[in-house]
């Protein structure tokens, strides 16, 4: 079937012509990146551990989730194209790294097992001020890829005041663990295999409490999914 998407996509490019999300260049409208971009994406070249998907692992006694994906390295071109998903409503980047999440979780099983799709929750006034959620648009696109159910009220949060990046490990997950809570009445997930998508995957904080919340609630697996991720040996370290 012609997906109304494509549709869209096709009309809307008379008006607002198709942009690459990276480097801003005019791109054909059923495109997503420009090619010199995509060339450019810093994509994972060594295998990584099917636990923690780092290249070091981390402690896996300390892990919720039971195994997790990534599509690249978060450093240069990368940096620029989660950017502009967070700041913009282009949702090229988003599209485009959901058919590649898509081919990796179905190449590992994963998409075969997954009953419901899911990612962390944003702030609602966050996501007023910027009209989207970014890491529930790459879930819901993956979503409609695999053709699997999606539900993004099984977890809430609660304003986040602290900036992230200025905190280090150990408090990242305390405070990780104080502004994300389940909603279980809006679901129930016993005896389920949930994919949890985020936008980046760094310390693992976050998708660990919220796969904590999702096991808490019953889940039987939880599979992560993010774009990027931070390897040890790469120039932006946390
Ligand atoms: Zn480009
Ligand atoms: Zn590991």
């Known amino acids: ?31 997503l990146l420009c090619k010199v971009c995509e060339s450019k994406l810093p994509f994972h070249e060594k295998t990584l551990c099917e636990r923690c998907g780092k290249d070091k692992c981390l402690d896996h006694d300390s892990l919720h989730f039971d195994s997790i994906y990534t599509l690249m390295r978060y450093e240069d071109i990368c940096v620029k194209a989660i950017h502009q998903l967070k700041d913009d409503r282009q949702l090229n980047f988003a599209e485009y790294s959901a058919k590649l999440l898509g081919n990796v979780l179905r190449e590992n099983g994963i998409a075969q097992q997954a009953d419901i799709i899911t990612s962390v929750p944003m702030h609602r006034s966050k996501r007023r001020k910027r009209g989207y959620d970014q890491a529930q648009k790459l879930a819901h696109f993956t979503a409609a890829e695999l053709g699997i159910n999606e539900n993004y009220r099984l977890l809430g949060r609660t304003k986040d005041t602290a900036e992230q990046h200025t905190l280090t490990a150990s408090e990242r997950k305390t405070h990780a663990e104080e502004i994300y809570f389940s909603l279980p009445d809006h679901a129930d997930i016993k005896g389920k295999n949930i994919l949890l998508f985020d936008d980046v995957y760094t310390t693992g904080s976050t998708l660990n409490v919220c796969s904590g919340l999702l096991k808490n609630m019953g889940a039987k697996n939880v599979f992560c999914a993010a774009i990027a991720t931070t390897l040890l040996d790469e120039k932006h370290k946390e």
Not at 8 to 16: A, E, G, Q, S
Request: positive net charge; contains cysteine; charged residues 25%.
């Open 1 to 31: 079937m012609v997906s109304r998407r494509l549709i869209y996509k096709f009309l809307l490019d008379f008006v607002y012509p198709n942009r690459c999300p990276i480097c801003g260049s005019f791109i054909k409208w059923d495109e």
